[in-house]
């Protein structure tokens, strides 16, 4: 692996953005009485998760802030897979198509906790 130079560079954020692709594309086909509420909510909050993401690579001089961030990231791909069970119980999302998306969103979570695990790689002094 070489040197990462920005967030862009993270597989963690390489997976998030693919992922809010996929949920994007996915709740074109929510019904139009969902676009403000869970249509918004699931977009939003799987948006977020490379934001948070890119943020904490901003701030990771100051590990408290760093982690803080990855923290938030991992609330909101948590959300994320909330919104999409709940897409799923109201018959908007394939079951196949859910449980994917779970299944990926998991190893999203896992990869943010591996980063939060292993913050002193991250942080620390730069020129």
């Not at 977020?48 to 990855?70: C, D, M, P, T």
């Not at 990869?111 to 620390?124: A, D, E, P, R």
């Amino acid at each position: 692996m070489g040197y990462v130079q920005s967030y862009r560079d993270l597989d963690v954020y390489k997976l998030a953005k693919t992922l809010s692709a996929n949920i994007f594309e996915l709740t074109k086909r929510f019904p139009k009485e969902e676009t403000y509420s869970l249509t918004d909510q699931v977009r939003r909050s799987s948006r977020s998760v490379g934001a948070q993401i890119a943020e904490a690579w901003g701030k990771r001089r100051y590990e408290k802030h760093f982690i803080s961030k990855l923290t938030d990231a991992d609330g909101e791909q948590q959300e994320t897979q909330h919104w999409i069970e709940t897409a799923r119980d109201c018959s908007y999302l394939a079951d196949e198509d859910a449980v994917t998306l779970i299944e990926k969103y998991t190893q999203l979570g896992k990869m943010i906790g591996s980063m939060i695990n292993k913050y002193t790689s991250f942080c620390g002094k730069r020129n």
